[in-house]
């Protein structure tokens, strides 16, 4: 009899079949996690904020910066974030074509984030002006870089639950999956509005 537990029928059950999930234990952890991840991002920053005027006799962000391309950019995270939200109001109205559409859109917009991102990049290296250069570029390919990653993760994440929607719909478990992504998301478009603010921005008019 040890090791099994006897329900009222006297069968034997080894196993419960139903899923135990505290309520709100999953948004509780996801919160931990993008607090962990606001830590990393602050460290940056901080680095940044030290290394970024160490040109090493380089060239500096008025020297490489394309503002124009770099505010297209944003727009693009920006306009992804509006497309989130769309997404989530038909979540809430159990309109499952609906929400993958806007999720499909979504993605489209971060993947042409992610484009411009590495067309930067390597326009930036094949001028010269690769991470090695100076202090500066390394701060700056360390910190924009690990935003681009976050994003990349964000995007295999999102196809992952569109292909989890069309497959079991807006149950619970998705809906839930969905809003913790819908955190992820939002927070990966403050963290770049800092940087085109305190790296981009600030850089060319210092």
Partial sequence: MSGTVIDKANKPEFYVTEEHHPEGSTMLG???YLMSDCLIFAVLFATFAVLGRNFAAGPSPADLFD?????VNTSMLLLSSITYGFAMLQMERKEKGATLFWLAITGIFGLTFLGIELYEFAHLIQEGAGPTRSAFLSSFFTLVGTHGLHVTFGIVWLVTLMVQVSMRGLIVENRRRLMCLSM???FLDVVWIGVFSF??????LR
């Fill in 199 to 204: 790296v981009y921005l600030m850089g060319v």
């Fill in 184 to 186: 992820f998301w939002h």
């Fill in 67 to 71: 503002l124009p391309l770099v505010a």
């Fill in 30 to 32: 996801f919160w931990l």
